[in-house]
């Protein structure tokens, strides 16, 4: 089976678990970019970001290599805002047809709950069931715990 890690990172921490679930399943490894930045500064991220997500923004996205039809299996990474997941990826299920894959979603957080993002993950990406994954602080709270969750997703993909 052929997977796909599609990902979008703002401080690293999808990017940290991106890479460690494409070493493992020896996936493609796709990092989606905005056209526009979203700032990484304390406020304004919060600002920003939240915007973003409360209007349903979908950014332009630098132009990605992926074809639904090369997959047998999508990986989806975010970080959490405001409790959904983070635009760029509504831009990604707005281009992609990902329906029929077998889907993996894992989100990045400082807490709280999830349920709402994971919910819309699935609603956007036209998928009733999909393997979830959630981390805290994953980046800076490096575990052996946090590897082991991770290879635990990774073992229900494979």
């Excluded at 990092?31 to 950014?59: D, H, I, M, N, Q």
């Excluded at 999909?130 to 991770?150: F, G, H, M």
Aim: aromatic share 12%; proline share 5%.
């Amino acid at each position: 089976m052929k997977t796909a890690v599609v990902y979008y990172s703002l401080e690293g921490d999808t990017k940290f678990v991106a890479e460690k679930i494409a070493e493992k399943l020896s996936a493609d490894l796709i990092e989606l970019k905005c056209v526009k930045a979203y700032p990484t500064g304390k406020v304004s991220k919060f600002f920003w970001g939240g915007k973003s997500v409360t209007f349903g923004e979908k950014p332009e996205l630098i132009p990605y290599n992926f074809n639904a039809d090369d997959y047998d299996v999508v990986i989806i990474g975010s970080p959490v805002w405001a409790s959904k997941y983070a635009p760029p990826l509504k831009t990604f299920f707005m281009e992609n047809d990902i329906s029929d894959k077998k889907l993996g979603f894992f989100v990045c957080c400082a807490g709280g709950k999830i349920d709402k993002c994971f919910a819309e993950m699935k609603r956007d990406a036209k998928h009733e069931s999909a393997a979830t994954l959630r981390l805290v602080d994953p980046l800076k709270k490096q575990s052996p715990e946090n590897d082991a969750e991770i290879d635990k997703f990774c073992e229900r993909l494979s």
